[in-house]
């Protein structure tokens, strides 16, 4: 294996805060590891030119401007204009913590994979609302803790925030596609397709800021909800029950509110346990009753949010039969 040559690519719209606190994380990485950053404002009206050059003396850095694509295009766009061998991709909302690329570089000096992605973390700097949102995406209780990385996991599907490409598997698969979001577990799927490796590497965490309120929120889980029975159809094999879940649960809960009306309590009793579970281990990690209480909202908002969508999205494709592009247009850049 040739050595390793990391490119950063960092689309990036009308993020200029964003992404001063993020190359200010860059200068604080530890390990004398070569690697560039290259920055993608994707057709933005607040550009983050200026910043960029702030940081010209400290960092190798090169800036792009181009029309607005969407986040997968402007990746792709970077990924064409890098130098290194290996891509790292990052959304402009994160933070690094010192010892990233020294983690990433160890595991992929000893065991390399053509593709990885990384959990992400609350930083204790963060927003009580901020805390509470990523304990409803990374606990084990919600999300299996995949994106919270508790374990090494094979074959995983990285998320474009923080993951890691090989050139090869960029030329190869001619980077993301159109869909967002869902781009980056369709790289995923088809990398696999070809007979690349996937693998989550715990230790290669990022801080996810995630700038984002009550509404937003419920606007992205729903739009990952859309986008998975489209990814079904595309790749079948990736179908699983378990994205049902979201669905079946948030169905089971109106209909236990419901039979406790007839005092009929068992139902709703079950889902006081869940929550009453969800509760103490978001106190025990958040040392805060303040983010503990806000997490059971972040819950029950991820959980109606994604099986809406998830059930909309099913019954327009496999009931209506309409093609995806059609029935959510909303979901794609031209």
Not at 165 to 186: M, Q, R, V, W
Not at 224 to 249: A, C, D, E
Not at 279 to 285: C, K, M, T, W, Y
Request: overall charge positive; some cysteine.
């Amino acid at each position: 294996m040739e050595k390793l040559y990391f490119s950063f690519i960092i689309p990036v719209y009308n993020r200029p805060e964003e992404t001063k606190e993020l190359l200010e994380s860059f200068t604080r990485l530890e390990g004398d590891i070569d690697y560039e950053i290259v920055i993608v404002e994707d057709g933005s009206s607040v550009k983050s030119e200026d910043v960029v050059q702030s940081f010209g003396s400290q960092l190798n850095i090169s800036y792009f401007y181009k029309k607005n694509s969407g986040p997968g295009d402007s990746r792709n766009f970077g990924m064409r204009y890098a130098e290194g061998n290996y891509y790292i991709i990052l959304d402009s909302d994160v933070i690094l913590p010192p010892n990233y690329l020294v983690e990433v570089n160890g595991f992929l000096s000893n065991t390399y994979y053509d593709c990885f992605g990384g959990p992400d973390a609350a930083h204790r700097s963060f927003s009580s609302l901020q805390k509470a949102i990523n304990f409803a995406m990374t606990s084990f209780i919600t999300t299996g803790g995949i994106r919270g990385g508790k374990r090494q996991v094979q074959d995983f599907q990285p998320r474009s925030f923080n993951m890691g490409l090989s050139k090869k598997a960029f030329l190869e698969t001619g980077g993301f596609g159109k869909i967002h979001p869902g781009e980056d577990p369709d790289l995923s799927l088809r990398l696999l397709k070809l007979g690349f490796k996937t693998v989550l590497i715990e230790t290669a965490y990022v801080y996810h800021k995630r700038r984002i309120s009550w509404s937003k929120f419920y606007k992205q889980v729903n739009k990952f909800g859309m986008v998975r029975p489209i990814l079904n159809q595309w790749h079948p094999k990736s179908k699983s029950l378990t994205y049902w879940l979201p669905t079946l649960f948030s169905t089971g809960l109106v209909m236990a509110i419901g039979f406790s009306l007839f005092n009929f309590m068992l139902p709703l009793y079950v889902y006081g346990f869940y929550f009453a579970v969800a509760f103490v281990l978001a106190l025990i990690s958040s040392k805060s009753v303040i983010v503990a209480v806000l997490s059971l909202v972040a819950i029950l908002i991820q959980f109606f949010g994604y099986g809406y969508g998830f059930i909309k999205s099913t019954f327009n494709l496999l009931v209506l039969g309409r093609q995806p592009e059609k029935a959510f247009p909303h979901l794609f850049f031209s």
